[in-house]
């Protein structure tokens, strides 16, 4: 069954960068197309940007500009490079497959945005 370990969040000041990573196992990892999504407390938990299996990618308008979605399928990890990041991307970040998840969520990593 898949598995999902996100990692690499941590406390930044605003206008800081962030890498953030997920590491999945069970699945062919190559086939999925797989996003981030995160959750900041009190809302919803949303998708901020995902990549196909053939490398494009496409960002919530949030984090456009800001944030850049990478894989590398021969390791089954994706990447989260985050940039001028601001109080408003606080959240639990987590992965998982775009736009239909898998039911396994992993425990997902925390980013916070603050001076």
């Known amino acids: 069954q898949v598995q999902l370990v996100e990692s690499g969040g941590g406390l930044v000041q605003p206008g800081g960068s962030l890498r953030l990573s997920c590491a999945a196992s069970g699945i062919i990892f190559s086939r999925y197309t797989m996003g981030w999504y995160r959750q900041a407390p009190g809302k919803r938990r949303e998708l901020v940007a995902f990549?196909?299996?053939?490398?494009?990618?496409k960002y919530a308008d949030s984090v456009k500009g800001r944030f850049t979605i990478s894989r590398d399928n021969a390791k089954n990890t994706m990447y989260l490079q985050m940039n001028s990041l601001d109080p408003e991307d606080t959240a639990v970040y987590y992965c998982n497959r775009a736009p239909y998840t898998f039911d396994s969520w992993g425990q997902g990593t925390q980013v916070t945005v603050s001076s």
């Open positions: 990549i196909f299996s053939d490398g494009n990618t």
